[in-house]
């Protein structure tokens, strides 16, 4: 599980960093921040979410490595960390025992729930029940026991050899552009803004998250692969050109 002095700094230095981005704009640095959204925003809602998490799709062992390593570096913790939060979201959503609940307020669920160090008993067991699901799994083992040496490894080696401006429009503004969007789903796509939070679906969301806006569609049918319509669900396009059906009786990895 992820250390919440860790979230501290890499949310604050990113953030830092970010403005600084601004200051620093290059051509090709657009570029890097175009591709790195497409790649790690494939790798959370196809990788992490509906392949680790849901199992909605069978993928080749390739496959599976090449969409958690770009999930990994969307710089949202390890496979598992990720897989316990979101499972745990499921099973209480806008509750207290919800880990980014909507129910405590946009900031919250935005960002703020990150920096939480409440034990969650729940949290607790759909991680020890994910690391016994995979524990077989050593590429996944690995990600999940490396996340944050391979994400700020890959943070310094960028530093120090890319052209500066390219290093902060590829990196921290990409990471914070990419965590914002995945947690917009769960503060307004879970209508924080609003008295009674609930899962609600928002197209022009959608098209920046790879479909994770069609949220209230998700959580009626979380082992579904599709989350809407192929023009707004961009992750459910990809699934179904490039992946086969989920297996009919996935014996003990089935967490859904
Ligand atoms: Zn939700
Ligand atoms: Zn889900």
Known sequence: MQNRTYNVIIFVSMH?????????????GVLCLFLGWLLTG???????H???????FKAPPLA????????????????????AIHKTHHA?????????????????????????SVANRK???????????????LWMIFLEQYNAHISVGLLVLAATTLPFATFLWAFPLRIVLVWHLTW????????????????????????????????????????SPNFGSKSLDWGGFIVSTFFSDRPKSPKGRDLA
Request: proline share 4%; glycine share 8%.
């Open 92 to 116: 209480c959503s806008d509750s207290s025992e919800d880990p980014h609940s909507a129910s405590a307020g946009f900031i919250y669920s935005q960002f703020g729930w990150i920096f939480n």
């Open 42 to 48: 494939i790798g959370i809602s196809v990788g992490y």
């Open 16 to 28: 830092i960093l970010c403005i600084v981005a601004l200051f620093h704009a290059s051509k090709v």
């Open 50 to 56: 509906r392949l680790i998490t849901h199992k909605s």
């Open 184 to 223: 917009l789903v769960n503060s307004i796509g879970h209508s924080a803004l609003e008295i009674n939070a609930k899962p609600r679906n928002l197209p022009w969301l959608s098209l920046l998250t790879f479909g994770e806006g069609l949220h209230a569609t998700h959580h009626c049918n979380p082992s």
């Open 123 to 137: 949290l607790a067991r759909f991680f020890a029940e994910a690391k016994k699901a995979y524990a077989d799994n």
């Open 64 to 83: 599976e490595k090449i969409l958690t390593l770009f999930g990994l570096l969307a710089m949202q913790g390890g496979p598992l960390t990720w897989l």
